[in-house]
C-alpha cells in the first residue's frame, strides 16, 4: 500500500503530509508500505544503496532476543537518519507533565476521588504544554508502572516534534480531533477512537477541530496487547482487523525545527534544520494505530450474575505476574442488560488493582449523577466503591426484563500499582469534594428475624 504526496508543495498553512490519511488493517501484523514505488527494498533489510539515496535504518521496540511472537521492530527507510534529527540537548521544564515514582507529601492520594472535566484556561496549549497529570504509578525508570494524563489542546504544533523514550501512549480523545503526523504516517483520531504511540516513534500533533480534550494513559512498562480470550474464543471483544495502522507518508521539508524528547522522567529539546517525518517506506510490526471503540463486541451474562469488569477488557499491558496487568484498558459501552435475579450494575467491592476511570460520553450505569463526560475518578488499590444509593435501590427494584444500556462509553486505567494524585490533582482540577458524600445515606436494611429477602 502506499501514499504518494508532494512534500515541496506543503507549506505550514497546509494540512500536514496529505489531506487524507490512509491505513492498514490489522493488530500486530507485519506490514509493509511505501510512499514512492520502488523505495522498500524487496528480499533483504539492508541493501548496499537503497533506492532515492534513502538511508535504512531499524527501530527497534523489544530486545533483539525477545521470543519471535513479542519481538517487534521496523525497518525505516528515510531521507535521513536519524541522527541528523538530533543535536545537543537542552533540558526544558513541562511543569504540568509528571512521572512516577512522584509522591508530593502532602498530597493525600488514600480515598475515593471524582473530578469534573478540566476546562480550557484562556492561554492556548499544545500537546506538550496542555499535558496534566493526574496519577503517576510505580516507576519510569524501571519500566514499569503508567501514569494518567489529561490533554487540553487548542493549537497545532508548529515545526515542533516530539517523543517519548519512556513509554507508549494510549490517547482516548473526549472532545476535539486530532491529526497525529508520525513518522511511520498520519493517524486521525476523534471521539470513540483511541491511538496508540509506541515508545520512541516521533510525532506532531495537530488539531483539525478544536479545543480539543481527553486522557492518556501513559505506559512505562511492556507494549499494549489484545487480552487473551480464553474460553470466549477467536472472536468478540476488539478484534485484530479493526486495529488500523498508517500507510507511510513523509515530508521533505527544509525549516528551523525543533524535537522535544521525554527520557527519564525529564524533557530536552534539541534544534534541527528539517522535518524529522523523512520515513519515505516502512516494513515491521512496530507502528502506530487506532481502533474505534464503537466496534467493540462487549461479552456478558445472559442469565445471571454480573462477571468481573475484566471481561470488558479493550487492550492489557502485562506485567511480570500471569493474569495481572501492568495495565488494563476496560472500556463499558452500550449493550444489553438481561441477566435473571441479578443486581445487574457493578457491585461494591475492593480490588487489588487501581481503577481510574473517564467518562467519554453519557451516563455510567452505577453512578447515574455527577460522573459528567470528560470527567474522572479514581478508586485506589483496596478502597471500597461501588453503586451510589439511587443506583443501588433502582437495580435492586427494578423490572429485570430486557433493557438496553444506551447512550453511554466510559473506559478504566486499571494498573496493579497505587495511583498517586498530583499536586495538580489535587488543588487545581476540578475535584468534586462531596463526592464521598454519594453513599453517606445507604441504609442498614439487615433484619436477622426473617432471614428472607
Known amino acids: 500500500m502506499s501514499t504518494k504526496i508532494k512534500p515541496s508543495t506543503l507549506t505550514s498553512a497546509q494540512t500536514p503530509m496529505g489531506t487524507t490519511p490512509g491505513y492498514m488493517p490489522g493488530f500486530g501484523n507485519d506490514f509493509e508500505t511505501e510512499a514512492l514505488p520502488g523505495a522498500l527494498p524487496q528480499g533483504m533489510n539492508s541493501p548496499q544503496k537503497c533506492n532515492y539515496g534513502l538511508y535504512g535504518e531499524q527501530l527497534s521496540g523489544t530486545a533483539f532476543t525477545a521470543p519471535s511472537h513479542q519481538n517487534e521492530r521496523t525497518w525505516c527507510y528515510r531521507i535521513r537518519p536519524s541522527v541528523k534529527h538530533s543535536h545537543r540537548y537542552t533540558k526544558i521544564d513541562l511543569p504540568y507533565w509528571k512521572s512516577a515514582p512522584y509522591i508530593d507529601p502532602d498530597v493525600i492520594s488514600l480515598g475515593q476521588y471524582r473530578w469534573d472535566p478540566v476546562p480550557h484556561s484562556e492561554r492556548s496549549s499544545t500537546w506538550l504544554t496542555g499535558m496534566r497529570t493526574m496519577t503517576t504509578a510505580g516507576d519510569v525508570n524501571t519500566q514499569v508502572g503508567m501514569a494518567s494524563h489529561i490533554y487540553l489542546v487548542t493549537e497545532s504544533m508548529k515545526d515542533a516534534y516530539f517523543f517519548s523514550a519512556d513509554s507508549e501512549l494510549l490517547i482516548v480523545p473526549q472532545e476535539g480531533h486530532l491529526r497525529f503526523c508520525t513518522e511511520l504516517g498520519v493517524l486521525d483520531v476523534a471521539p470513540q477512537e483511541i491511538a496508540i504511540i509506541p515508545r520512541g516513534l516521533l510525532y506532531r500533533v495537530e488539531v483539525l477541530d478544536g479545543p480539543a480534550r481527553g486522557f492518556v494513559c501513559e505506559n512505562y512498562g511492556q507494549k499494549f496487547d489484545l487480552p487473551g480470550r ?64 464503537k466496534n467493540y463486541c462487549p461479552v456478558g451474562a445472559i442469565l445471571f450474575d454480573h462477571p468481573d469488569p475484566s471481561i470488558y477488557t479493550v487492550l492489557s499491558a502485562p506485567s511480570g505476574q500471569e493474569g495481572t496487568a501492568n495495565i488494563d484498558f476496560v472500556l463499558f459501552r452500550e449493550r444489553w442488560m438481561v441477566a435473571e435475579d441479578t443486581f445487574r450494575p457493578p457491585w461494591y467491592h475492593k480490588n487489588i488493582m487501581s481503577e481510574l476511570m473517564g467518562n467519554i460520553y453519557g451516563q455510567y450505569d452505577a453512578k447515574p449523577k455527577g460522573f459528567i463526560p470528560g470527567g474522572m475518578s479514581l478508586h485506589n488499590m483496596m478502597i471500597p466503591h461501588g453503586p451510589d444509593k439511587n443506583a443501588f435501590e433502582g437495580a435492586s427494584n427494578a423490572d429485570l426484563k430486557p433493557h438496553k444500556l444506551d447512550n453511554t462509553m466510559s473506559f478504566m486505567f486499571e494498573t496493579r500499582f497505587p495511583q498517586h494524585l498530583t499536586p495538580f490533582a489535587a488543588n487545581e482540577a476540578p475535584l468534586q469534594d462531596d463526592y464521598i458524600d454519594c453513599w453517606h445515606d445507604i441504609e442498614k436494611k439487615f433484619d436477622g428475624s426473617s432471614g428472607k429477602k
Open 230 to 293: 480464553g474460553p470466549i474464543g477467536a472472536n468478540c471483544l476488539a478484534n485484530r482487523r479493526d486495529f488500523k495502522a498508517p500507510v507511510a507518508a513523509f515530508e521533505d521539508r527544509d525549516a528551523p525545527s525543533t524535537v522535544t524528547i521525554k527520557w527519564c522522567g525529564q524533557f530536552h529539546e534539541t534544534k534541527i534544520g528539517h522535518s524529522p517525518l523523512d520515513v519515505v517506506a516502512w516494513h515491521g510490526n512496530y507502528a502506530p494505530y487506532k481502533y474505534d471503540l
